[in-house]
């Protein structure tokens, strides 16, 4: 429960139409469940993101930043503080010759397209990912062979004193699904991309392309977090999952894709909980263990209590 007297002080930092109490976390992820967040407050700008993350650290209130929730499973019993989401307002993305910079709140499925319309290459990768530039950089999103390291010039991070800082590609420590913001506890603010010119419509055929891939082989018709689990050295996480037997199994309204083994899945929105996602998540781990004495780790960001 937020204090009134900290709401107070938030609403110094945002409007009161963009602060939400006790705000079901289903509508903002992409899993389709989750409980209430005492707090929820749509961020507009970088400033007004720095103020809140200094109030809230100094307060020793509880706080989350967010984008589109696409890696996010939320407990069923919500998140006792204060959800700071940047997709709504910190969104702009501008282009300077073969250079992109994009706010944190932006999408990287937007940031590709601009791109492409500026005849520019090397985010076509990016444009079926469902998350935000500012999730994209934390995780190094990729797909199809590219990656955000492979395109990121820098990064603007605001760090745990309150700071804004600007990293290169070098210092941000990119590797497989991890960057330098995880390790330094950072929040992402923006990032400028250095891509390469080229043709807008065969840029565009190239997205058409994995497009399609996507919906060939991806189950996008239920809400999911997209890949569950990371790629163990040496294996594929789905081939695992399939092997041991488990394609379609399920725990309640959680479902392990007929379509896509590597894919955890809500088969019934609305009804489905966060604590069967949880455990179907937990069952798959210790039968792929059992099985192959491999170690899967879950991409997912597991907020709350399980």
Known sequence: MISEMALQTIRNFAMEQNILL???????????????????????????????CKYLKAAGIPYFVMGNGSNLLVSDAGYQGVILRVQGGMNEITVNGTCVKAQAGATMAQVAKVAMEHGLTGLEFASGIPGTIGGGIVMNAGAYDGDMSQ??????????????????????????????????AYVVTE????????NP??????????????????PLEFPSAGSTFKRPEGYFAGKLIQ???????????????????????????????AAEIYALIKHVQAVVKEKFDVELEPEVIFLGEF
């Open 191 to 198: 990032a400028e991309f250095e891509l390469t010119p080229g």
């Open 151 to 184: 395109v990121v010039k820098s990064v603007e991070v605001l760090s745990p004193d309150g700071e804004f800082w600007t990293l290169d590609n070098a210092t941000m420590e990119f590797g497989y699904r991890t960057s330098a913001v995880k390790g330094h």
């Open 22 to 52: 006790n705000e079901p976390m289903r509508g903002h992820v992409t899993f389709r469940v989750g409980g209430p967040a005492d707090c929820f407050v749509e961020v507009c700008d970088k400033e007004a993101l720095r103020k809140l």
């Open 243 to 273: 092997d041991a037997g488990l394609r379609g199994f399920a725990i309640g309204g959680a479902q392990v894709s007929e379509k896509h083994c590597g894919f955890v899945i809500n088969t019934r929105p609305g009804d489905t909980t």
């Open 201 to 218: 419509a065969q840029i565009k055929a190239v997205m058409d392309g994995l497009a399609a891939k996507r919906r060939e082989k991806q």
